[in-house]
């Protein structure tokens, strides 16, 4: 085989390497695959969703955590929640909360009565 042809060769498999490369990282940071949330009105208090592109994987209607269905009182509790949760599943941590993340984000876990 001459040089040649070694070269091309060479050339051929390195770039069907970067191309290979280019279109698995492409595909594994695809918007069909990053999370995201969003707040859920519920006309009396707010809730929140987790989203997998377009698919629900968490619908969170009242705050977790608490015994009872309380619902968040601002959209803006919602969103911190739903901040904190999305983190910890991006960090692969399980999405569950404890008291002490409510206490952190100001949430509160009094059940009204």
């Given at each position: 085989?001459?040089?040649t ?8 498999l ?7 490369y ?24 707010y ?32 969103l ?18 404890l ?5 952190e ?9």
């Open positions: 085989m001459s040089s042809i070694k070269y091309s060769v060479v050339i051929v390195f770039l069907a390497l970067v191309f290979g280019s279109i698995y990282n492409q595909s594994a940071t695809s918007p069909s695959q990053l999370f995201h949330s969003e707040v859920v009105d519920l006309n009396d208090g809730g929140y969703q987790i989203m997998r592109g377009e698919k629900v994987i968490i619908l969170q209607e009242y705050i977790p955590g608490l015994s009872g269905k309380q619902k968040f009182e601002t959209e803006e509790q919602a911190k929640t739903a901040s904190l949760v999305l983190s910890k599943i991006e960090d692969g941590e399980s999405p569950m909360l008291p002490s993340d409510l206490v984000l100001n949430i509160s876990t009094v059940v009204d009565h």
